[in-house]
């Protein structure tokens, strides 16, 4: 479904973050509602749902198995002529209207439904503290601010070659520490450490990483996850014990910015997260009328 990154527009009504269930029944309801919007995702949609043997709670379908039904919403969404766009956000910054910061791209959007799923793994320590000073989720995005300088790059996927590739270029040094198996396309001159991170050290800008039994004196860290935790996607954004806080209409503490699915929090169910998504569409939606509304 997900074919390669089209032309993105300036502006949009409204952006969806995240292809699992409540991504794709935000967009059906976007689409039907005729709204100009964009539904951004990865490669691979749903994945934990591509990997359930049967799914036996979603009604209409018993017993089917996790990757049929990913099959279904993904036809569904295809047959609305509705495209998922690999657009990896890297940082939002809040409007009106919204800014939606890729590695090479931004664009616009006057509401925002976040339908990232659950974060992987908690945050390192320090990683919190030092964003901004040292810390980071997108190399390319600052890597010339290291030039001649030593970085470390923490990747849970393979998308982090690329990035160590990069900064192998300008900077002093380069250490790559992977999360995953199967190494694909490293510069000879990265030094790849297998051993994983304890913490990251600094007091007012990085100056360590943390491995245990060895410490690296790094000038910058950057961090390569599938989904980046919602509180460092949106600056401010409230949470509420690890999950982003919404209330019954799915809007969070940002006006224009709604959430649905699992970084809602539990219950982690497959019929929620879809519920959820068709929910926060239709109030986005009534919130973009209501911005209009001054303007008629």
Same mark, same amino acid.
């Given at each position: ?6 032309? $993105? ?17 935000? =967009?059906?309801?976007? *689409? ?7 539904? &951004? ?33 993904? *036809? ?5 002529? +509705?495209? +998922? ?25 006057? %509401? ?10 908690? $945050? ?13 989720? #997108?190399?390319? #995005? ?5 030039? /001649?300088? /030593?970085? =470390? ?10 990035? =160590? ?5 300008? #900077? %002093? ?12 396309? &490293? ?12 913490? +990251? ?9 943390? $491995? ?20 460092? &996607? ?10 982003? *806080?919404?209330?019954?209409? $799915? ?11 699992? #970084? ?7 019929? *929620? ?7 926060? =569409? ?15």
């Amino acid at each position: 479904m997900a074919e390669g990154l089209q032309t $993105l527009k300036n502006h949009y009504e409204l952006a969806i973050i995240g292809c699992g269930p409540a991504g794709m029944a935000a =967009a059906l309801n976007a *689409k039907i509602r005729n709204r100009d919007f964009i539904l &951004l995702g990865s490669e691979f949609c749903s994945p934990k749902l591509s990997k359930a043997p049967h799914i036996e709670n979603w009604l209409g379908f018993p017993e089917i198995t996790g990757e049929e039904l990913r099959q279904r919403f993904l *036809k569904h969404v295809e047959s609305k002529d +509705i495209q +998922i766009v690999p657009f990896k956000v890297t940082n939002i910054y809040p409007g009106p209207p919204h800014t939606l910061v890729g590695k090479e791209q931004s664009f616009e959007a006057d %509401a925002i439904i976040i339908a990232t799923g659950v974060s992987v793994g908690k $945050l390192f320590p320090g990683e919190a503290e030092l964003l901004g000073s040292g810390v980071g989720y #997108c190399a390319t #995005c600052d890597g010339p601010l290291y030039k /001649n300088k /030593n970085v =470390a790059i923490v990747s849970y996927n393979q998308e982090g070659e690329d990035e =160590a590739n990069f900064m192998a270029d300008f #900077c %002093a040094k380069v250490y790559y520490i992977p999360y995953y198996s199967d190494l694909a396309k &490293l510069d000879p001159r990265i030094e790849v450490k297998k051993s994983k991170v304890k913490g +990251i050290v600094g007091t007012e800008t990085v100056n360590q990483l943390d $491995l245990g039994e060895e410490q690296l004196s790094v000038d910058g860290v950057f961090i390569i996850r599938d989904t980046l935790p919602a509180e460092q &996607l949106v600056s401010g954004l409230e949470m509420e014990d690890g999950a982003i *806080k919404v209330n019954h209409k $799915l809007e969070t503490s940002m006006p224009g910015l709604f959430a649905a699915g699992d #970084c809602t929090g539990q219950p982690f169910q497959l019929i *929620k997260a879809a519920g959820e998504g068709g929910t926060a =569409a239709l109030q986005a939606v009534k919130y973009l009328d209501g911005i209009k509304l001054p303007q008629s």
